[in-house]
């Protein structure tokens, strides 16, 4: 037991240096003091190097027996804690953490215990200590343990993070508030501490675990005249809403006993606070309130957090008294008009909540923020500043826009409408305005009033979208349909000008509304017709390349096209104005584009357009690239659509299998399951998901199918004259889209024969109708691959002509080339060789000869055609030389006399004869 009590070396040393005999007296006193020291760091490196038998401490505390044992084992302690007065090593931690735990089990009983436990916890306040740098990597699960009962040791920081984390010291914390709950000082010290753990993702996931935020929530309303308690705790649940799930968060404060103690810590610092750090706390519990609100689940209402809220948001824009309010003061200060938004975005958030729509109405909302729903005057001394109240202004529109579908009277007992449409005739008047933009709603608004504009027009598509009778009449006898063309019109003028994302949507939500209200009123579609028409046309005149930019051209167009729709079609005074300034024209242009998107919704115009006579004839003259029909065009679509859905057809395009000769691939992959009669079965449903149905229905009306099987019964022998631009390939396909009904009865049938067999078994006469309805609609479509085959072979006989008459036109000019060359070589054979010329000048004549007729002509003259001293090398033309005329066709002899033969030009002859008349 001594060795225990005292190091070998130590005790060797301290004897006199006197007495040493290495010593000499006449050294002096300095030597002496010298050697002292020397050997006290001597001393102090043993104790270091050589440090307590841990083991054997750990072995003696677990003993338990007389008061001479618990000597020993006191002055064992001692002597640990005087070996590792300069800290802890981390190989020894571990057994360090036993000595401590086993001290701490005998505190309650034995007092005398209290000071070496004190003294070794002193000791973990040092620095620990490691011989190799693996240390920190090897004890890590030592360190962690001794965290998570310690708490922090001053180590390096990113070790100590990373201990914590391992060792789930916050979670332990946060058990730890159950023990402290009536001790402040020690909460606020845990508090602190929790709250530098809570800057970890890792910690704030083990502080939930150990449901931390609805711990801390409770804790918020505690007394405690510092402030901290409420400050430390709103710190540690911002950490944990941004560092971990926020839905968890929000699930743990969603209780009712949460939302009482949130509700009653605001409310305080609403009340009674009055300094600046008040005010800020004040709006942070308002922020966490919010994302509370947003849970469903959460008691915002039957805590009555939810009322006092809505009371507070239009507190200062209707003036009523409220209990719950009383004695509130509210500033122009930066933290009250944060307040003051966060409000408006809570109302937003009410109004997802159908239970809270009876307090909205209750507490005036509607019109708190139709209060807004005004131009802008310019500020007095104690009033927002222009910047906060257009930021204030536009975020309560923006709120008006969720709140008033659901406020519907309200709305129009406050005559929002007409409040509304004075606000939109503000924003395009000259009042001189400019505004700042500075807030997310009045992104894009600065030095204008398209903010303002933007924001009041979606209050009035959310209200119109509600299809109200009322609220649609109201509009309209307000004259709200030539007021909103009118902004439409200023609208496209400032677009022109330069592209912006503003002004695409306030145009796409003017024709929203325009849709809305004149569907169906052919009164309301008259005021739009002349005006509306020439706008529509200019957005159907749209650059394609425009429509994948990305700032809402693509929805500007679809409004626009919904807008004529809804507008024109069914009034023949828009539709024969669309049709006069060329709009079939252009729809078709944008038809051609070959936009999935854009197909569907311009095919049901085009097919709706048809109604009217005049169509017809536009699109039949209509020509697109390289001289393109609409019948062309139409086929075209059909065949992409069905490569689309992955139809069978052969290289030819025809008929692949008759049995189903439209169904896609995906329709032939679906399973037949028995259904209800009130749910479509696939192939009822397939026609609504594509576009085919519509260019069946278009190309009816354009008669194009009459024209296409009047020339299969006439053999196709003036099939392509009759509908000019179409190929073989594209009747072919014209006779499938000419079944198309047919092909779908089929499959209706098919579907049902199907569901038949799988739940019943049919008598031998329903089997054998079932059988001959499926044998129909299987003969169809070979009747329609016969007649595509004949096509086909018409065709190629048609190709074959034209390559005959081709190839004879071709032989006929090369024949004519040839007899060209040889009368050329002719001519100079003659002209160059004088003996050539004299045989044919002899073959010449004995053709003339021959040519002669053999019986002489009685009691007539016989007239040469050889012309005498005739000089040319080539034959003559037709020539005749009359030596004399009958006597009977004169009446007398004619004069011997020979005149002379005199030149005369007929320019001079003519001239004469002016002259003499």
């Not at 530098?196 to 711990?215: D, E, F, P, T, Y």
């Not at 404060?253 to 609403?270: G, N, Q, Y």
């Not at 809402?552 to 507008?567: K, V």
Request: hydrophobic fraction near 40%; aromatic fraction near 8%; glycine fraction near 6%.
């Amino acid at each position: 037991m001594a060795s225990l009590a005292e190091p070998r070396g130590s005790r060797a040393r301290s004897r006199s240096p006197a007495r040493s005999p290495g010593l000499s007296p006449a050294l002096g006193p300095s030597r002496c003091g010298e050697e002292r020291r020397k050997a006290a760091s001597d001393a102090a490196q043993e104790t270091q190097v050589r440090p307590v038998d841990l083991n054997h401490a750990i072995k003696l505390l677990e003993d338990a027996g007389s008061s001479d044992l618990e000597d020993q084992q006191l002055k064992v302690l001692k002597k640990v804690v005087k070996s590792f007065e300069n800290g802890l090593p981390l190989k020894d931690l571990a057994q360090i953490m036993d000595i401590l735990n086993l001290c701490a089990e005998k505190v309650n009983e034995q007092e005398a215990f209290i000071e070496p436990v004190c003294e070794l916890i002193k000791l973990c306040g040092l620095p620990f200590q490691k011989k190799k740098f693996s240390d920190e990597v090897n004890y890590s699960v030592a360190v962690s343990k001794s965290i998570a009962q310690l708490g922090y040791q001053p180590t390096s920081a990113d070790y100590k993070i990373q201990m914590a984390e391992l060792g789930g010291l916050a979670e332990t914390l946060v058990l730890s508030l159950a023990l402290v709950e009536n001790q402040l000082t020690e909460k606020l010290w845990v508090l602190k501490a929790l709250q530098h753990l809570s800057n970890s993702g890792v910690n704030c996931r083990h502080m939930i675990k150990a449901q931390a935020a609805s711990r801390l929530c409770l804790y918020l309303n505690g007394t405690d005249p510092s402030g901290q308690l409420v400050f430390r705790s709103s710190e540690i649940l911002w950490n944990l809403l941004e560092n971990t799930s926020k839905e968890e968060v929000v699930s743990q404060l969603s209780s009712l006993e949460c939302i009482h103690a949130l509700k009653e810590i605001f409310v305080d610092r609403l009340i009674n606070g009055f300094r600046h750090y008040d005010r800020q706390l004040r709006n942070d519990l308002l922020v966490i309130a919010t994302l509370v609100a947003e849970n469903s689940a959460a008691s915002m209402i039957e805590s009555g957090f939810t009322m006092l809220l809505i009371a507070l948001a239009t507190f200062t824009e209707v003036k009523i008294p409220n209990p719950l309010l009383e004695g509130l003061k509210l500033t122009y200060s930066y933290e009250d008009f944060e307040m003051k938004k966060l409000l408006f975005n809570i109302i937003g958030i009410f109004s997802k909540d159908p239970h809270a729509v009876q307090l909205l109405s209750e507490n005036d909302v509607m019109p708190a923020l139709l209060y807004y729903v005004k131009p802008h005057k310019k500020p007095g001394f104690h009033d927002w500043s222009a910047a906060q109240y257009e930021e204030l202004q536009l975020h309560a529109i923006a709120i008006l826009a969720s709140v008033a579908p659901l406020l519907v009277d309200k709305y129009l007992s406050c005559q929002a409408n007409t409040l509304l449409l004075v606000f939109l005739e503000w924003c395009v008047g000259q009042d001189p305005f400019f505004g700042q933009g500075n807030s997310f709603h009045g992104t894009g608004g600065r030095g204008s009033k398209l903010a303002q504009m933007r924001y009041g027009l979606r209050v009035l598509k959310s209200v119109v979208s509600l299809y109200d009778d009322a609220v649609n009449l109201n509009l309209c006898d307000q004259g709200a349909i030539s007021q909103l063309l009118e902004i439409l019109k200023y609208a496209a003028n400032k677009l022109e000008q330069k592209d912006d994302a503003i002004l695409l949507e306030i145009q796409a939500n003017i024709l929203f509304i325009l849709s809305v209200l004149c569907e169906n009123d052919v009164h309301r579609k008259e005021l739009f017709s002349y005006e509306g028409v020439h706008l529509l046309i200019s957005f159907l005149q749209m650059d394609p390349k425009k429509l994948h930019s990305g700032l809402g051209h693509r929805r500007l167009l679809f409004s626009a096209l919904d807008c004529l729709w809804s507008c024109v079609i069914g009034c023949y005074i828009a539709e024969d104005y669309f049709l006069e300034q060329q709009g079939i024209f252009f729809l078709l242009d944008l038809l051609a584009l070959k936009q999935k998107s854009l197909c569907n919704i311009i095919l049901g115009i085009l097919s709706e357009f048809c109604d009217n006579p005049k169509t017809i004839i536009h699109i039949s003259t209509w020509r697109g690239e390289k001289d393109q029909t609409a019948a062309k065009l139409l086929i075209q679509l059909w065949r992409q659509e069905e490569l689309d859905l992955g139809v069978q057809r052969d290289q030819y395009g025809r008929i692949a299998d008759v049995k189903r000769p439209i169904a896609g691939s995906f329709q032939k992959e679906q399973e037949i399951i028995p259904m209800p009669s009130s749910c479509p079965s696939f192939a009822i449903i397939e026609i609504s998901e594509n576009i085919r149905a519509k260019l069946y229905s278009l190309l009816c009306k354009l008669d194009i199918m009459f024209v296409l099987f009047k020339s299969v019964l006439n053999g196709f022998k003036d099939g392509f004259e009759n509908l000019p631009g179409l190929s073989a390939k594209d009747f072919i396909t014209l006779a499938i889209i000419r079944r198309y009904i047919d092909f779908k009865v089929g499959e209706v049938w098919s579907e049902v024969c199907t569901e038949l067999k799988e739940e019943f078994r049919p008598i031998a006469s329903d089997e054998e109708t079932l059988r001959v309805i499926s044998e129909v609609s299987e003969n169809i479509g070979k009747m329609v691959t016969a007649y595509q085959t004949e096509v086909l072979e018409n065709h190629h006989h048609q190709e074959i002509q034209e390559e005959e008459k081709a190839y004879t036109k071709i032989r006929a000019v090369h024949k004519q080339k040839e007899m060209v060359n040889k009368s050329w070589e002719n001519f100079l054979t003659r002209t160059s060789n004088y003996e050539a010329l004299k045989k044919a000048k002899r073959l010449q004549e004995k053709l003339i000869e021959a040519s002669k007729s053999k019986s002489k002509t009685q009691n007539g003259a016989v007239h040469s055609t050889d012309i005498k001293g005739l000089g040319t090398t080539v034959g003559s033309g037709r020539l005749v030389t009359v030596e004399s005329a009958p006597s009977q066709l004169v009446g007398r002899p004619l004069s011997a006399k020979r005149l002379p033969v005199k030149r005369v030009s007929f320019g001079a002859g003519a001239l004469k004869r002016n002259e003499k008349s």
